[in-house]
């Protein structure tokens, strides 16, 4: 039989379990309940979390399990969850920094893209790519997440915006997952902008989208979310319910970018098809706020965006206050928030939303997992999770936020094996 292999993290100044008292996303005051273990120690087993205690339980675990030791001495270090960002454009072409010189003049994001640029900019790079190429490109960005920490990627598609380009970003997006480390969870965002060949008739993108992309992409097994970008002079809400709706019948779970950029009802449109997430929600109205905090759809919140774009951020407090589950996502893409950085957006998210240290951790992990609907096996420090582990360069928890825009990550391990050191 073949050796286990075991990771043996010891002496860490905090282990941040992020366990929660039940299994369901974290709301209000259990936001900041971090489960956090001083001089601890965790155990990894093959692939798994099989201990989390103190490090004088840990010598006595360790008694009971037999295997191939390495020995990581985390002293002076926080030990937390792999970071998980639930929301992100990863697989595309090019860059847009053209398009940044310009907004700094003034020109608005929405006008780039009314004007064919925009999402339809990298539509265009995209197209011209091949399979390879974004896998190549793209695998850059995704080497830069796992250096900062991030171990569960959500990835969506909506640069093809044709059928064919559209599997071609998803098959992209699975071929990455098998080559790479980090995990990929992809999203069809088909309904990501209306090319320019549909103009004059965006119901017939539609229907496109309903009645062609949506029955492959399911064929192929190639997602398990569907997106849409509902949006003043994008998506109307009828037409984002009628694709999520159609998503839904093939077994696609529905997720909104709703009210990013003027309120259209993307908040309350997420509850009524009972989305599992509804993202950026800048302009969100209190109606809005109050039915997500009665529902089981997350807040996916992207301050680096909002940053980006030099926008007032979502209202993350009252959003908090109110019961509503928020996650943190970095929204990596090539217009409206090209970083890579987790860390940089847990920064943001205290800065710019005043988030707390503690409330940001949880919305960095165990909710964003329920956001991507795999809390079951990642996004806490537990037995039987998979073994993503990230060690920091910080006494304390809240030193992470602290000690903002740099990057503290001292070791990744993933799926039991030291990714990142
Ligand atoms: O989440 N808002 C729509 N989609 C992306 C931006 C994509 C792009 O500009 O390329 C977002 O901000
Ligand atoms: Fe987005």
Same mark, same amino acid.
């Given at each position: 039989?073949?050796?286990?292999?075991?990771?043996?993290?010891?002496?860490?100044?905090?282990?941040?379990?992020?366990?929660?008292?039940?299994?369901?996303?974290?709301?209000?005051?259990?936001?900041?309940?971090?489960?956090?273990?001083?001089?601890?120690?965790?155990?990894?087993?093959?692939?798994?979390?099989?201990?989390?205690?103190?490090?004088?339980?840990?010598?006595?675990?360790?008694?009971?399990?037999?295997?191939?030791?390495?020995?990581?001495?985390?002293?002076?270090?926080?030990?937390?969850?792999?970071?998980?960002?639930?929301?992100?454009?990863?697989?595309?072409?090019?860059?847009?920094?053209?398009?940044?010189?310009?907004?700094?003049?003034?020109?608005?994001?929405?006008?780039?893209?009314?004007?064919?640029?925009?999402?339809?900019?990298?539509?265009?790079?995209?197209?011209?790519?091949?399979?390879?190429?974004?896998?190549?490109?793209?695998?850059?960005?995704?080497?830069?997440?796992?250096?900062?920490?991030?171990?569960?990627?959500?990835?969506?598609?909506?640069?093809?915006?044709?059928?064919?380009?559209?599997?071609?970003?998803?098959?992209?997006?699975?071929?990455?997952?098998?080559?790479?480390?980090?995990?990929?969870?992809?999203?069809?965002?088909?309904?990501?902008?209306?090319?320019?060949?549909?103009?004059?008739?965006?119901?017939?993108?539609?229907?496109?989208?309903?009645?062609?992309?949506?029955?492959?992409?399911?064929?192929?097994?190639?997602?398990?979310?569907?997106?849409?970008?509902?949006?003043?002079?994008?998506?109307?809400?009828?037409?984002?319910?009628?694709?999520?709706?159609?998503?839904?019948?093939?077994?696609?779970?529905?997720?909104?970018?709703?009210?990013?950029?003027?309120?259209?009802?993307?908040?309350?449109?997420?509850?009524?098809?009972?989305?599992?997430? =509804?993202? %950026?929600?800048?302009?969100?109205? /209190?109606?809005?706020?109050?039915?997500? @905090? #009665?529902?089981?759809?997350?807040? $996916? +919140?992207?301050?680096?965006?909002?940053?980006?774009?030099?926008?007032?951020?979502?209202?993350?407090?009252?959003?908090?206050?109110?019961?509503?589950?928020?996650?943190?996502?970095?929204?990596?893409?090539?217009?409206?928030?090209?970083?890579?950085?987790?860390?940089?957006?847990?920064?943001?998210?205290?800065?710019?939303?005043?988030?707390?240290?503690?409330?940001?951790?949880?919305?960095?992990?165990?909710? =964003?997992? %329920?956001?991507?609907?795999?809390? /079951?096996?990642?996004?806490?420090?537990? @037995? #039987?999770?998979?073994?993503?582990? $990230? +060690?920091?360069?910080?006494?304390?928890?809240?030193?992470?936020?602290?000690?903002?825009?740099?990057?503290?990550?001292?070791?990744?391990?993933?799926?039991?094996?030291?990714?990142?050191?």
């Amino acid at each position: 039989m073949k050796s286990k292999s075991i990771i043996y993290i010891k002496s860490a100044n905090q282990v941040v379990t992020v366990k929660g008292a039940s299994q369901l996303p974290k709301r209000g005051r259990d936001l900041s309940e971090l489960g956090i273990i001083e001089n601890g120690s965790v155990i990894l087993v093959d692939d798994r979390i099989a201990f989390a205690g103190t490090d004088d339980e840990a010598v006595n675990y360790l008694d009971t399990v037999t295997g191939n030791v390495t020995t990581i001495n985390a002293a002076g270090k926080v030990v937390t969850p792999g970071l998980v960002d639930p929301h992100t454009h990863l697989i595309f072409a090019g860059s847009r920094e053209k398009e940044f010189e310009m907004r700094l003049q003034g020109v608005k994001y929405i006008d780039i893209l009314k004007q064919g640029g925009g999402i339809l900019s990298s539509t265009k790079s995209t197209r011209e790519a091949t399979l390879e190429q974004l896998v190549e490109q793209s695998c850059v960005r995704l080497n830069r997440l796992l250096q900062h920490g991030v171990t569960t990627v959500e990835a969506k598609s909506g640069y093809g915006l044709t059928v064919e380009d559209e599997l071609k970003q998803l098959r992209a997006a699975r071929r990455l997952n098998e080559l790479h480390p980090v995990d990929l969870v992809s999203t069809f965002m088909g309904a990501h902008a209306v090319p320019a060949e549909y103009k004059e008739n965006p119901e017939a993108f539609v229907s496109l989208i309903t009645d062609e992309m949506i029955p492959l992409v399911a064929s192929e097994n190639l997602a398990e979310f569907c997106d849409v970008f509902c949006e003043e002079g994008v998506f109307t809400v009828k037409q984002s319910e009628r694709i999520l709706e159609a998503g839904k019948r093939y077994g696609l779970k529905p997720k909104i970018h709703a009210d990013e950029i003027v309120y259209t009802g993307g908040a309350e449109l997420a509850v009524k098809v009972g989305a599992v997430s =509804a993202e %950026h929600l800048l302009q969100a109205s /209190d109606e809005g706020i109050r039915k997500l @905090a #009665g529902s089981q759809t997350i807040a $996916v +919140l992207l301050p680096a965006t909002a940053f980006f774009l030099m926008e007032q951020p979502a209202r993350a407090r009252t959003m908090i206050e109110e019961g509503v589950a928020v996650a943190l996502s970095t929204d990596c893409n090539p217009g409206s928030s090209p970083t890579q950085s987790m860390p940089f957006v847990m920064n943001a998210a205290c800065i710019t939303m005043r988030m707390t240290p503690a409330e940001v951790l949880a919305a960095a992990t165990i909710n =964003a997992a %329920h956001a991507i609907g795999r809390a /079951d096996q990642i996004g806490s420090i537990e @037995a #039987g999770k998979k073994a993503d582990i $990230v +060690l920091f360069n910080a006494s304390n928890y809240q030193m992470l936020q602290y000690n903002f825009a740099v990057n503290l990550v001292d070791t990744v391990i993933k799926n039991g094996r030291i990714a990142v050191k």
